[in-house]
């Protein structure tokens, strides 16, 4: 297993869409990028801390590999808003990869240039970043999406996101 962080707007949304993948595991929503230890969510969604909301996950890279995982990530939010997606303004909703090691990095690096050329025009703000720190967030922000499907924040922002993935990776997609 190894291991890979992501931060692309709120964490609901970024852990919802990760959760359905097959060859995932042990996701986290937490924070990371900042400045102080164990930062609270309160906290860092004021903007008070540099973190930014974000998940850390495992994954089996014999059965899906992180160019995969990175082509998720940049399909299902915009990487090309500085500090922001939809409604979530600021920048503890920044768009960034923070890798693990320097294939990671590599990969990232290729994949963004990709991107660019290719669907972005040239546009991507998502910084890239060694991996720092993690702290996971508080126990209800752990599975939101599973817990409060009939929250309308879930309705309206992560639910479109979820049918984009089944749209565009219905092959990674965990057995209902």
Not at 10 to 31: D, H, M, P
Not at 46 to 55: C, K, N, P, Y
């Amino acid at each position: 297993m190894k291991k890979a962080t992501f931060a692309n707007g709120c964490f609901w949304c970024t852990e919802a869409v990760f959760q359905r993948l097959k060859f995932v595991k042990n996701i986290e929503s937490g924070f990371t990028g900042g400045t102080i230890k164990n930062p609270p969510y309160r906290e860092v969604v004021m903007g008070r801390t540099g973190h930014t909301e974000a998940i850390q996950l495992d994954y089996d890279a014999e059965k899906i590999d992180y160019e995969t995982l990175l082509h998720v990530f940049f399909s299902t939010h915009d990487p090309t808003t500085l500090n922001r997606q939809g409604y979530d303004v600021g920048e503890q909703y920044r768009s960034e990869i923070f890798y693990h090691d320097t294939s990671q990095k590599e990969i990232a690096e290729v994949v963004i240039k990709k991107l660019n050329v290719e669907v972005f025009d040239g546009k991507i703000v998502t910084k890239l970043s060694p991996a720092k720190p993690f702290y996971v967030a508080e126990l209800e922000h752990q599975d939101f999406y599973d817990n409060n499907t009939e929250f309308r924040y879930c309705q309206i922002i992560i639910d479109p996101k979820l049918k984009k993935l089944k749209a565009n990776f219905q092959h990674l997609l965990r057995e209902a």
